[in-house]
């Protein structure tokens, strides 16, 4: 078993920044691959990043250059640091862990950027 616990999210001005963690315990050691994703009012949920156990990143293409994935394996944290916030990137972010027996999920965090 995984847990996991998102935050950092919160109300931030087009343009703007936030940072979100993702704190994962129990059968960490099995995590292999941790990736991030949203979901906006009405609308399914999409994956936004994914890092390997090695720290290799990808990006889906409506945030390249503007956010960057990232992992620390000793404190068992994803981070996802967002700039040039806009106003399409109000969701509610989700972290996920996927390890050989399945995948797990934070509970999700609420961004919300202003016009």
């Known amino acids: 078993q995984v847990q996991l616990v998102e935050s950092g999210g919160g109300l931030v001005q087009a343009g703007g920044s936030l940072r979100l963690s993702c704190a994962a315990s129990?059968?960490?050691?099995?995590?292999?691959?941790m990736r991030w994703y949203r979901q906006a009012p009405g609308k399914q949920r999409e994956l936004v990043a994914g890092?390997?156990?090695?720290?290799?990143?990808n990006y889906t293409n409506s945030v390249k250059g503007r956010f960057t994935i990232s992992r620390d394996n000793a404190k068992n944290t994803m981070y996802l640091q967002m700039n040039s916030l806009k106003p399409e990137d109000t969701a509610v972010y989700y972290c996920?862990?996927?390890?050989?027996?399945?995948?797990?999920w934070g509970q999700g965090t609420q961004v919300t950027v202003s016009s």
């Open positions: 996920n862990a996927a390890t050989d027996t399945g995948d797990y």
């Open positions: 129990g059968s960490i050691f099995s995590i292999n691959y």
């Open positions: 890092i390997s156990r090695s720290g290799y990143p």
